[in-house]
């Protein structure tokens, strides 16, 4: 009688586990999508602010070359 118990119990608990991490993969790729838009979003001024930037200093590089070539 106590394997019994025993087994339905381990049955029991094994089920409810796996009906548990089911719940939590099953939305797991729209908290991935999500976190990724929310960390694009809030780091967009700095990528922008970055790219600007360096284009600008391309720009000085070039213009000073021009500078030295006209001395």
């Known amino acids: 009688m106590l394997f019994w118990i025993v087994s339905v119990l381990i049955l029991f608990s094994s089920i409810q586990f796996f009906q548990w991490i089911k719940d939590i993969i099953s939305p797991l790729p729209i908290y991935i999508l999500s976190g990724s838009f929310l960390a694009i979003a809030s780091n967009y001024d700095d990528a922008i602010s970055a ?14 070359d021009k500078i030295m070539a006209k001395e």
């Open 51 to 64: 790219t600007f930037s360096s284009l600008r200093a391309d720009k000085k590089i070039i213009n000073s």
